[in-house]
């Protein structure tokens, strides 16, 4: 398995930005598929944001497109998550995910991905 650990959570008002990282450590981090989920309290936990082992696609969550960016650093073994215009609704615990040898991101749901990190914090103040 592959480790993960995000950063770059916090309090941000709303219509601001924050940039979300997760690094990785382990098995070769360009034979993971990554992807961002969160969930808020009494909520369950959705797919955010999926991006290919090559950075190649991306699919995002109706909610967040046009807002939010994910991207890759396979030299790194850092993937990051722009978030720009928050919305006190994005307010949640962020989770980097990873998913093994994915031959597509298309359709993946929370169980297929092997590898989670701890989570970090955003808070969007209205």
């Known amino acids: 398995q592959v480790q993960l650990v995000e950063s770059g959570g916090g309090l941000v008002q709303a219509g601001g930005s924050l940039r979300l990282s997760c690094a990785a450590s382990?098995?070769?981090?360009?034979?993971?598929?990554m992807g961002w989920f969160r969930q808020a309290p009494g909520k369950e936990r959705e797919l955010v944001a999926v991006?290919?082992?090559?950075?190649?696609?991306?699919s995002y969550a109706d909610s967040v497109k046009g807002r939010f960016t994910i991207a890759r650093d396979n030299a790194e073994n850092t993937v990051s998550l722009q978030m720009n215009s928050l919305k006190p609704e994005d307010a949640a615990v962020y989770y980097c995910?990873?998913?093994?040898?994915?031959?597509?991101?298309?359709?993946?749901?929370?169980?297929?991905?092997?590898?989670w990190g701890q989570g970090t914090q955003v808070t969007v103040s209205s």
């Open positions: 991006i290919s082992r090559d950075g190649g696609s991306t």
């Open positions: 382990g098995r070769t981090f360009s034979n993971y598929a």
């Open positions: 995910a990873a998913r093994w040898a994915a031959l597509t991101i298309f359709g993946l749901t929370e169980a297929d991905f092997d590898s």
